[in-house]
Nanobody
Framework: VQLQASGGGSVQAGGSLRLSCAAS?????MGWFRQAPGKEREFVARANWSGVQTAYGNSVKGRFTISRDRAENTLHLQMNNLKPEDTAIYYC????????WGRGTQVTVSS
């Protein structure tokens, strides 16, 4: 399974961005991690195959929303009220027997 992430960019604090991750095959769980410079990789959000069951990292709860478009086999992450501490490279992942990782997409939030 190949994962292609898109939608990163630069925004001012309080702004919004929407990340997308297109999968070439089926996966059970899909989600996002992020890694800021000098920090460990941090869990952001995940969704099950239907998109009904979701989970979020504490730092993004109430601001980010994860969703799956099953017809397009694409995962989305709507990020609202962005903060400078959200600045990181965001990595899409999928899992079905084995983990699959996409190339990261940079998100930069300026104050």
């Amino acid at each position: 399974v190949q994962l292609q992430a898109s939608g990163g960019g630069s925004v001012q604090a309080g702004g919004s961005l929407r990340l997308s991750c297109a999968a070439s095959g089926s996966t059970d769980v899909m989600g996002w991690f992020r890694q800021a410079p000098g920090k460990e990789r941090e869990f952001v959000a995940r969704a099950n195959w239907s998109g009904v069951q979701t989970a979020y990292g504490n730092s993004v709860k109430g601001r980010f929303t994860i969703s799956r478009d099953r017809a397009e086999n694409t995962l989305h992450l709507q990020m609202n009220n962005l903060k400078p501490e959200d600045t990181a490279i965001y990595y899409c992942y999928g899992f079905r027997g084995n983990p699959y990782w996409g190339r990261g997409t940079q998100v930069t939030v300026s104050s």
